[in-house]
């Protein structure tokens, strides 16, 4: 029996994407096998949810929500394609086009969370983005969203790089996910953090257990830890370093009143599905043992953010379950 009140909190958020974050490197041609798994993934990923009673907050690219050469909205207007037409294959419609994804998570039998990842997965900070870009994303982002009854209010940035949160709030967001505070980023260069971060995954100590703050009235709900793909040199970080670190984590937040964030790529679990999924379910394991004892609740991003700003502002109605 799911407890509802919880000291801590679990919050999972999934970075929805298929090939839209391929379009700022010129191709993807490395990834089609993850691509190609990817809707087994969340099928599975889904059923798992639905066994420990988890409430994920899917953070979808907005143009992955339109079926291929579905019209878009009117409002829409011309949003930046990042120029990803100029590359993609014929044939590969379904790594841009998901709508049958976005199905899948809403008929799940616990209620699920879709938030954005932006429209065409722009990043803040790369040349092509500002204020108005921005704006544009996510009222295009919203648009197509609404056309399916679905309201978002949670962001995840692409690439994690955190900008414009005056925007985000302005267009009623009430809630993203910032930047990890573990030591790891703290190290310079892309090299060096690198190493850090496979180092960090031997250690035996927990990821960082967060805290949601109200940033100029937009909740900051940072991520604790990645679970890691098993491509490149992820490859050689063991199953259960992963699972040890989680595991560990979770406690911490159970019993710090603190929150457990975690997150991952649906395609990253393609990488490598059944030890993967295995992993993550050891987790959830070991989640559904603290919540039977009342210690931590898994929650969608949109509640935390209603603990934090209370419901009146935040709005309440995170949850998108088909109606
Ligand atoms: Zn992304």
């Known amino acids: 029996m799911t407890q509802q009140g919880g000291n801590g909190s679990f919050v ?4 929805t994407e298929l090939a ?18 990817t809707r087994y993934v969340v099928e599975r990923l889904l059923r798992l949810f639905e066994r420990y009673e988890i409430r994920g907050t899917w953070a979808v690219v907005g143009k992955l929500m339109l079926a291929d050469g579905e019209p878009e909205p009117a409002s829409v207007n011309g949003a930046s394609h990042n120029g990803h037409f100029q590359w993609r294959s014929a044939g590969e419609d379904h790594f841009w086009h998901a709508p049958d994804i976005v199905e899948q998570i809403r ?7 879709i938030g954005s990842h932006n429209y065409t997965h722009m990043i803040m900070g790369r040349p092509g983005s500002s204020p108005e870009g921005f704006d544009h994303e996510l009222k295009a982002s ?9 309201e978002l209010k949670s962001f995840v940035y692409p690439r994690n790089e955190v900008g414009y949160l005056d925007v985000l709030a302005r267009n009623g967001f009430t809630s993203y996910r910032g930047v990890a505070p573990s030591w790891t980023w703290r190290v310079p260069g892309t090299i060096g953090k690198r190493i850090a971060r496979l180092a960090d995954h031997f250690m035996p100590t927990a990821a960082p257990v967060v805290q949601a703050t109200n940033e100029n009235g937009i909740v900051n709900i940072p991520a604790s830890y990645s679970y890691l793909h098993r491509t490149g040199w992820a490859k050689y970080v063991p199953i259960g370093a992963r699972v040890r670190k989680s595991m560990r984590t979770m406690r911490k937040a159970a019993s710090s009143v603190g929150i457990f964030h975690l997150w991952t790529h649906p395609f990253n679990i393609a990488s490598d599905p059944e030890n993967l999924l295995g992993g993550l379910e050891r987790i959830f394991q070991e989640y559904k043992r603290l919540n039977d004892s009342g210690l931590i609740q898994s929650r969608t991003m949109t509640e935390v953010a209603e603990q934090v700003m209370g419901p009146a502002v935040a709005k309440a109605e995170p949850i998108h379950a088909k109606s």
Do not use: T
């Not at 999972?12 to 970075?15: A, E, G, M, P, R």
């Open 142 to 150: 919203k648009a197509v969203a609404g056309e399916r009854d679905i």
């Open 20 to 37: 839209w974050g391929s379009v700022h490197q010129g191709g993807y041609a490395s990834h089609e096998g993850e691509f190609d798994r």
């Open 107 to 113: 008929s799940c039998a616990v209620p699920q969370e």
């Open 12 to 15: 999972f958020s999934l970075d």
